[in-house]
């Protein structure tokens, strides 16, 4: 959630924010709200020192035997205006709360605004594969080498889903390993997360209201759940209501999950096979930090999800987005791309986005900071990294002339020394 200060002292240079994201707002109705709020506490304020001056007239006058009845009058005539004062300003709270609840967070002032036109690639890592022989593209590899069934994923599940088999299972399992093995190396806590989640993660994430109809919600279930569309949703709730020391900071924390997403690709070619489907693998890493440590934290998650698409050794590039590009809940996003030679494309397969302090305010995440003052924290994600595009891109860049493909150095060890994938014979 923005911060209300923010707003209050500056509103036309928040709606200039905003309209970077492709959000305009008038913020004319809000600022009324929080005038009449304000109005209304110093009222209460007020009656309440008049109703305190009064109570306290009470003994003196039935020490002097005066008649203390209209001051008892008074008092209940106040308390009565008091509590429906105290109502009003309830129902203000709840509206400037509905107010605000669906803006988007402000994007970084040094993000251009629109969308994907205006997203720039800042670093690029490897050659563009050209190949001397007939190549294939991920679909035709999985099936030649028996890796996927995406006939039977589709007879099972519809459209949008496969069945990863034999050394497919095999190699997936051992990219998710070669993930979680490099977390654990640089410290991060490794978390196997709940499924389903109540609404109030969905609403902390920065998701609900706004984006409910993009995930996957459970009917006849009460209180309601919703399947998490990726393991951040749950993180971003460990310490939700929470207020931690700035010695505990930051807190490093990665998860591997399924992640279900409602719109699966569609029969795009860009999208065919693994690349968009309604449940694929993902390792998810996440940072607590404080308001300090936030950009430290976002170029370390960035230079961990570059060095995990080094050490496979693929071609990829690192992108900035725009600021219509990055999530409603992050002020920034750098995206990690894959290659795929067949479209002579990028893919994301790693978004790395900080939300400042956006989600802690949503989620009453603060810490104490050195001096005891009580802050909102800071959080930051990043994938670390989704399987569903870094699987086929392995194929297509590593495919060979005889139709084999080779594993790459650093997954040897999780496929039992099988160092390359032939076609399977007809």
Not at 243 to 269: T, V, W
Not at 327 to 347: C, G, H, N, Q
Request: net charge neutral; aromatic share 10%.
């Amino acid at each position: 959630m923005i911060d209300q200060k923010l707003i209050i002292d500056n509103p036309k240079l928040v709606e200039e924010k905003l309209a970077k994201k492709g959000v305009i707002i008038d913020f004319a109705p809000f600022l009324t709200m929080v005038n009449e709020r304000k109005a209304l506490l110093a009222k209460v304020e007020e009656a309440n020192a008049l109703r305190n001056r009064l109570s306290s007239d009470v003994p003196k006058f039935k020490k002097e035997g005066k008649d203390v009845s209209e001051i008892f009058k008074r008092v209940k005539e106040i308390n009565q205006g008091i509590e429906e004062d105290k109502q009003r300003l309830t129902d203000i709270e709840n509206n400037i709360a509905s107010f605000l609840k669906p803006l988007p967070n402000l994007p970084d002032d040094d993000l251009l605004p629109g969308g994907k036109e205006n997203n720039k690639v800042i670093a690029s890592y490897g050659e563009k594969q050209h190949f001397a022989f007939k190549m294939l593209d991920h679909v035709e590899l999985a099936e030649s080498l028996g890796l996927i069934d995406y006939v039977r994923g589709a007879k099972i599940a519809g459209h949008g889903s496969w069945v990863y088999t034999d050394l497919g299972a095999r190699l997936e399992w051992a990219l998710l390993n070669f993930f979680i093995s490099e977390h654990l190396k640089d410290g991060y806590e490794f978390m196997l997360v709940p499924h389903l989640l109540n609404f109030e993660s969905g609403y902390v994430a920065g998701q609900f209201p706004k984006f409910e109809g993009d995930v996957f919600v459970m009917e006849g279930v009460n209180p309601k759940k919703f399947l998490l569309p990726t393991a951040e949703t749950a993180l971003v709730n460990f310490h939700r209501n929470e207020i931690l020391n700035d010695s505990d900071l930051p807190r490093k924390y990665f998860a591997y999950s399924p992640c279900y997403r409602k719109e699966a690709g569609a029969y795009r070619s860009e999208e065919r096979g693994m690349i968009r489907g309604y449940q694929f693998n993902k390792v998810e890493m996440f940072q607590y930090t404080s308001e300090e440590g936030d950009m430290p934290a976002f170029e370390e998650l960035v230079n961990k999800a570059v060095s995990l698409m080094q050490k496979l050794g693929l071609t990829f590039r690192v992108s900035k987005l725009a600021a219509e590009d990055i999530s409603a809940s992050m002020a920034r996003t750098y995206d990690i791309e894959v290659y795929f030679p067949s479209l002579d494309i990028y893919k994301e397969v790693s978004s790395v986005s900080t939300a400042h302090d956006y989600q802690a305010r949503r989620g009453m995440i603060r810490y104490k900071d050195k001096n005891g003052k009580i802050k909102f924290v800071h959080t930051l994600n990043g994938s670390g990294l989704a399987t569903s595009r870094v699987f086929p891109a392995l194929l297509e860049q590593n495919q060979n002339e005889d139709g084999s493909v080779s594993i790459p150095e650093v997954l040897w060890p999780f496929m039992g020394g099988i160092k390359k994938i032939y076609p399977k014979k007809q």
